[in-house]
């Protein structure tokens, strides 16, 4: 698995026709533009878990537990 540490305005290629831009930072999200063919498929993951599919191998088994604010 590949780990990539970026700043505002950086991006990355994937295979040669999909860029992903790493637009801004808020708080604890991130927010990314992602340029690719219409060919390619891209679904969120808790989009494509509450439809049914499958958590991919390389990820852990379960995912990160969202933090608590406190009061």
């Known amino acids: 698995m ?12 994937v295979g040669g026709d999909t860029v992903i831009l790493f637009d801004q930072l808020s708080g604890e999200r991130a927010h990314l533009t ?3 063919p219409r060919s390619v498929s891209i679904v969120r993951g808790e989009v494509l ?6 958590r991919p191998d390389c990820l852990s088994a379960s995912p990160p537990r969202k933090s608590q604010k406190s009061d």
């Open 34 to 36: 992602i340029h690719a």
């Open 2 to 13: 590949l780990c990539i540490t970026m700043k505002r305005g950086e991006y990355f290629t």
């Open 49 to 54: 878990e509450r439809n049914g599919g499958q």
